[in-house]
């Protein structure tokens, strides 16, 4: 079995502008409940904080090895904070089935931004934690 590796950038004003476009549609199709709280937590930073979500959302979708649809959905992965605020992907689902088809179950994912670009890395190997 070999590791999966994925990284995504996206543009913050194109977000930004799908937001205005869809607001409601937008969450609602891409983020969970919990990825839409911990962004607006972000108060300022609530479309970096989404963009920089969606970006690992990708990455971690060519970590699988694959893009969206294969029966993996947007919400199948998603990006919490851990009690120390650090990013931690939960897979659901598709992306979860399709990771344990691999053997992939430890993943780590890396976020960043600045004022009009975000971005993730996502590491998936072999063995160690659970996904």
Do not use: Q, Y
């Not at 969450?27 to 409940?33: D, E, I, M, N, Q």
């Not at 989404?50 to 699988?64: S, T």
């Not at 939960?90 to 975000?118: F, I, P, Q």
Request: glycine share 12%; charged share 25%; hydrophobic share 45%.
């Amino acid at each position: 079995m070999s590791a999966g590796l994925g990284i995504d950038l996206v543009r913050i004003e194109r977000i930004r502008r799908v937001l205005a476009a869809h607001p409601d549609r937008f969450r609602s199709r891409v983020f969970t409940a919990t990825e839409c709280e911990d962004a607006a937590d972000r108060g300022a930073g609530e479309v970096a904080s989404l963009a920089a979500r969606f970006a690992a959302k990708e990455a971690a979708l060519k970590a699988l090895g694959t893009g969206r649809g294969s029966g993996i959905g947007w919400k199948d992965v998603e990006v919490k904070r851990s009690v120390t605020g650090a990013p931690i992907l939960l897979l659901h689902a598709g992306a979860a089935d399709r990771a344990r088809m691999l053997g992939l179950s430890n993943w780590r994912v890396s976020l960043t931004h600045d004022r009009e670009t975000a971005g993730a890395v996502v590491v998936a190997d072999p063995g160690g934690g659970g996904v």
